[in-house]
């Protein structure tokens, strides 16, 4: 297996998901796929890395009508690579984690698809959740990011940044132990790079790491830090389309200098934000979407779609409870 390939995350899982795909066509056919990993995304195009280096891909027409097919940030494609040059991703091969939300009333008005997922990350390994000893701590609020790390498949690491603050960070450090047993974590200085060997030391040949964290905690430091860079600049995928004009994709999977890969992506970010607005309760939120009523308390409406559920076994009383305690205590 190539080693290039293995630096950008790949593995024995993907490669014999990719010769499956390839397995049935001709041997002309074949010749033209390629294995890629997507490093950007935007709503028309993807950037890509493979072995023929980064490039920009679009989705196959196909795919793109039926609407099956939404590659995420870390996810393998097989790509198409035509003869004029311009990639066709024609299929996302299985992931081996996912970071996704369940998208709420304001975000998805389909409601027939009340359940319709977004996949924020594919493929992530080891996820950086990041704290500091200051008003920013609160272990509630840890304990549901590690919550959502374990479903996503990734593992979770907790990050006690700006170790700076107290002479003993002692304390702090033995909440975080009570988490959960054999959490690792790390106590960090990212402004001076303190403590930084042990989060590269993570970062194995073809590791994928996110970070995430609430606003000010220094994440994008680290992330400088360990991409080894001054500022925080966009990275772009460049190509040229079919008429040969320039365009450029953003990327925001990058390689990390010494091993590893590092995801970036403003959708990983907001996890902060998702967490208040949803919380752990995606699926009683998509479902409230559903209610006749806007406003709908989910009590006795009519045509209340949450209390439909209740009914048909599919949400327990228990957790409705939950939903609406946590909705009156905002
Ligand atoms: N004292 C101290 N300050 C730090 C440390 N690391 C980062 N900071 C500072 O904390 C502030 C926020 O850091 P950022 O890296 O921008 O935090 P962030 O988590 O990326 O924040 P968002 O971009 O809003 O998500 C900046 O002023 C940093 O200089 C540290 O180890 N110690
Ligand atoms: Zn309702």
């Not at 950037?47 to 590659?71: F, I, N, Y």
Request: hydrophobic share 40%; proline share 3%.
């Amino acid at each position: 297996m190539s080693s290039e390939l293995r630096a950008l995350g790949w593995g024995d899982d993907f490669e014999q998901a990719f010769e499956a795909y390839v397995a049935p066509l001709s041997s002309e056919e074949r010749a033209r796929l390629t294995p890629v990993r997507v490093v950007g995304v935007q709503r028309q195009t993807f950037g890509v890395r493979g072995l023929h280096g980064e490039e920009e891909a679009r989705l196959a027409g196909a795919s793109r009508h039926a609407g099956t097919l939404t590659p995420a940030i870390g996810d393998w494609c097989v790509l198409d690579r035509a003869a004029d040059g311009a990639g066709r991703i024609l299929a996302v091969l299985p992931r081996r984690t996912t970071f996704a939300r369940a998208l709420g009333a304001s975000e998805d008005t389909r409601r027939s698809q009340a359940l319709r997922q977004q996949v924020i990350a594919a493929n992530v390994d080891l996820v950086l959740i990041v704290t500091a000893p200051d008003a920013d701590f609160d272990l509630e609020r840890l304990e549901r990011y590690v919550q959502a790390v374990q479903q996503s498949g990734a593992r979770p690491v907790l990050v006690l940044n700006k170790a700076d603050l107290h002479a003993d960070t002692g304390w702090w450090v033995r909440q975080l132990g009570t988490l959960g047993p054999g959490l690792e974590i790390h106590v960090t200085l990212a402004e001076s790079g303190q403590g930084l060997e042990g989060l590269r030391a993570l970062l194995t040949k073809g590791v994928t790491l996110a970070l995430i964290g609430s606003s000010g905690v220094g994440k994008s430091t680290l992330t400088n830090a360990l991409l080894g860079r001054a500022a925080a600049p966009t990275g772009e995928v460049r190509a040229s389309d079919q008429q040969g004009r320039h365009t450029t994709t953003s990327r925001t999977l990058y390689l990390v200098p010494g091993g590893g890969l590092l995801i970036d992506n403003p959708g990983l970010r907001d996890i902060a934000v998702w967490d208040a607005d949803a919380g752990d309760f995606g699926e009683l939120e998509a479902l409230a979407a559903q209610c006749r009523y806007r406003k709908c308390t989910h009590t006795t409406e009519p045509g209340c779609a949450v209390q439909a559920a209740v009914r048909a076994g599919e949400v327990s009383a228990a957790r409705l409870a939950a939903f609406q305690g946590r909705r009156t205590r905002r």
